[in-house]
């Protein structure tokens, strides 16, 4: 038995309807330990370990059917003769999964690596238009999952001199008065957010999921939307959300109670928190910050009325209680 917030108790159901696989911010690259900007240590070799061992747990689950990557599958520091090498050694690791497919999703430190046709194409992407990183599906009658690009606007990932790039650099211009970009001294609360390693879903992109929505909300589909970016400052540090991670979460609200769950990756030590309107937000541990020896990934179980983030090691455990409203929508 479990208590929800609102001081209902339910009992829990036993057999969840179907799990996917999670894990975030695997940054491999073969070169030597090293650290963060802020100075936490980053374990590039250690990574895809971790990796190895989430497919092997995931193959042992029988309810997994598919799993997702939440972006950054390989770090800036790679030497760049050998991203397409490092990119490839880990999408080996995810085909090791038998249980079904691997979604992925564009981090910051991929577009740092390689241009976004080429890896839409080797992530697999199941893009509706070629080079494309943004797209869904539905792993489950009743269950649509939506993946961002969270990227799609933003001064990394398009060509120097491209007109996005060009009007994201603009954008930030007017945003962070810093000579480095990257940098957000000085900015404060939200606002810290205005930094070049992150980005936002463009116009067309917001077009498209208000209509991906629309059509879920009309046929009493759940949805869970992926984002290498968080899109709530509750569930992550202000440095690491989406740009306009408002007007991504307006499109939501749009179409209430047809999205239960935002999850991402990109800020490295993880959050949670449920929204105002009963959407869950987590943000995924990474696996590139675990020493030797430990773990960061996990599976969510899929309840009729409830998520259950089961995690490893050091990715915590969530429990995601459907509102009522949640539950009613494909009952
Ligand atoms: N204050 C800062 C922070 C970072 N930089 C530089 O920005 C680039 C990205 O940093 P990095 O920590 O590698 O980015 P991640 O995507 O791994 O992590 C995101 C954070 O956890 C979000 O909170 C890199 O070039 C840094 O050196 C900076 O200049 N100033």
Redesign the pocket.
């Known amino acids: 038995m479990l208590t929800h917030p609102n001081g209902v108790v339910r009992p829990s159901t036993k057999e969840p309807l179907f799990s996917f696989g999670v894990i975030a911010?695997v940054?491999y690259a073969d070169i030597p330990d090293g650290r963060?900007?802020?100075g936490v240590p980053r374990y590039y070799r250690h990574s895809i370990a971790v990796l190895r061992r989430a497919v092997e747990r995931w193959n042992g689950e029988r309810s997994v059917r598919f799993c997702i990557n939440f972006g950054?599958i390989v770090d800036?520091f790679c030497p760049k003769d050998r991203s397409l090498a490092a990119v490839q050694a880990v999408v080996r690791e995810f085909d090791g999964f038998r249980g079904g497919p691997t979604y992925h999703m564009l981090?910051?430190?991929c577009l740092y690596n390689l241009p976004r046709s080429e890896l839409v194409s080797v992530l697999r992407m199941p893009s509706a238009s070629p080079g494309r990183a943004y797209y869904d599906f539905s792993p489950w009658p009743g269950y649509r999952f939506v993946v961002l690009d969270a990227y799609d606007f933003s001064a990394v990932g398009w060509p120097r001199g491209h007109p996005v790039s060009a009007a994201a650099r603009r954008f930030l211009e007017k945003r962070n008065p810093n000579h480095?970009k990257?940098?957000?001294s000085g900015l404060e609360g939200t606002d810290r957010r205005f930094v070049m390693?992150n980005g936002g879903v463009g116009e067309a992109q917001l077009r498209w999921l208000d209509g991906v929505l629309r059509r879920a909300e009309r046929r009493g589909e759940k949805a869970v939307v992926c984002s290498h970016l968080p899109m709530h400052p509750g569930a992550a540090?202000p440095?690491?959300l989406m740009w306009n991670y408002e007007e991504v979460m307006d499109v939501v609200r749009r179409h209430g109670g047809c999205v239960v769950a935002c999850l991402a990756g990109?800020?490295?030590k993880g959050g949670y928190a449920v929204d105002d309107s009963g959407v869950h937000h987590r943000t995924l541990e990474a696996a590139l910050e675990c020493p030797p020896g430990t773990d960061a990934f996990g599976h969510v179980e899929v309840h009729p009325d409830r998520l259950r983030l089961v995690g490893s090691d050091r990715m915590a455990s969530t429990e995601m209680l459907l509102s009522p409203s949640n539950e009613l929508a494909s009952a």
């Open positions: 911010d940054q963060s900007f802020l950054d800036g981090g910051n430190h480095d990257n940098s957000p390693f540090s440095t690491g990109h800020v490295h």
